[in-house]
């Protein structure tokens, strides 16, 4: 029986790709763009085992469990003629240089995100915020204070190198970020940050509920945010998502903090 890949898995290993093709020197955008105001985005690419889901299929690992095959360390996002590709001439796509294709593009994605953050405004982060301004606050008081050091709360949640890197290039928006909550909250929508603050967690909820691991999360969250900003896709969008998970992150509104 063939191993179903959790859609969170996908969306994780969508956001590391940017939503761009992996494969060696193509890095093709797949959205489709909505040319009407009533229509939404079409994403066209499409998320392959690099390791097969089934026996027999290509590139197959019997040492790894269910789980491994679905995680997003053993997914590639493709574009449909490369897709196909990898999975038919497979004297040439092995497991190592798709893994290694996936590593270089997933690098140089968070290199385009990191070359954006100096030029996110406020037009980026309201388009990533947008979705949650019609959302009931939470009846509790959810005030912004740090439960823990940042380091502390990198430890305990058990983040790896990858996810601290993002977190240290989010957080160097982390003033703006701040200012940006406060202006929408004192001028127009009061009670703006706690429902933002209530929508992220919602999100973090349903990401430990698909049995993510701590990496998948803060991934996970990222590309919610991304997907929430509609039709515009660009690095300056992928950075202001960023930085949004980022400082409720290090804010402790999302993660556990003890």
């Known amino acids: 029986m063939r191993d179903r890949v959790p859609p969170a898995q996908e969306k994780v290993v969508i956001s ?13 955008v797949l959205t489709i763009s909505p040319k009407n105001s009533g229509d939404r985005p079409k994403a066209t690419g499409k998320v392959a085992h690099i390791a097969a889901a089934s026996p ?21 996002y493709l574009c449909g003629p490369h897709h196909d590709a990898i999975d038919s001439q497979l004297e040439h796509h092995t497991r190592e240089l798709l893994l290694t294709a996936k590593r270089r593009h997933e690098q140089a994605v968070d290199r385009a995100v990191r070359s954006a953050l100096g030029t996110v405004s406020y037009v980026e982060l309201e388009v990533v915020c947008t979705v949650i301004s ?8 959810m005030g912004i204070e740090r439960a823990l050091p ?6 305990l ?15 160097s928006q982390a003033a703006r ?28 909820f349903a990401a430990l509920a698909e049995g993510l691991e ?10 919610t945010a991304i997907d929430n900003a509609g039709p515009r896709d660009t690095p300056e969008i992928h950075a202001a998502a ?3 998970v980022a400082y409720l992150f290090e804010i402790c509104e999302i993660f556990e903090r003890e």
């Open 16 to 28: 590391r790709s940017g939503n761009k093709c992996a494969y060696p020197d193509c890095g093709v």
């Open 56 to 76: 027999g299929g290509p590139r197959y690992d019997e040492s790894m469990t269910a789980q491994e095959r679905g995680s997003a360390d053993n997914l590639i």
């Open 134 to 141: 019609n959302a009931p606050p939470p009846p509790q008081k």
């Open 150 to 155: 940042l380091q502390d709360k990198i430890q």
């Open 157 to 171: 949640n058990g983040l790896g190198l990858t996810s601290v890197q993002r977190i240290t290039d989010g957080l």
């Open 177 to 204: 970020v701040a200012q940006f909550i406060e202006f929408q909250h004192s001028t127009i929508q009061p009670g703006f940050g706690r429902r933002l603050v209530a929508r992220f967690k919602s999100d973090y």
């Open 214 to 223: 701590p990496d998948g999360v803060f991934d996970y969250l990222v590309q």
């Open 242 to 244: 960023l930085s949004v």
